[in-house]
């Protein structure tokens, strides 16, 4: 047994050594050419979880959009994305799409503005 199990090892040591097939030495990364972008956004009109829910529900049915964080508490969302397949303007109008106000974070440093108007995640249920 310790014979087979040597002969195994050496082996997979010397082709290990001479060829790059073994243990997938010649595969490349898979995520070394990755160009993903983050961008940091206010997101304003947010008044609930259920809101930032409802952003980041949207964000991930755009294609391109890898990842999105969003802190309603904040008005704030981190949006990872490909540049080569979307835009932060599109990221930006699929926010507005739904009813809430988005710009690239520090564009403009005024007070922040409140929208009034109440989304379906926040409007009280009708009871019958």
Known sequence: ????????????????CNCKATFAQGQPNPFANASAKVIDLKVMGMTCQGC???????LSEKK????????????????????KVI????????????????ELYGKNEKKED???????CCVPKKKN
Do not use: Q, R, W
């Open 52 to 58: 930032a829910d409802h952003v980041i529900a949207t």
């Open 64 to 83: 391109g959009v890898a990842k999105s964080e969003v802190k309603f508490t904040e008005n704030k969302a981190l949006v990872t994305y490909d540049p």
């Open 1 to 16: 047994m310790k014979t087979i199990l040597f002969t195994f090892l050496s082996a997979a040591l010397i082709c290990g």
């Open 114 to 120: 409140t929208i009034s108007t109440a989304h379906a």
């Open 87 to 102: 835009k932060p303007e599109e990221i930006i109008a699929a926010i507005e799409a739904i009813g809430y106000k988005a």
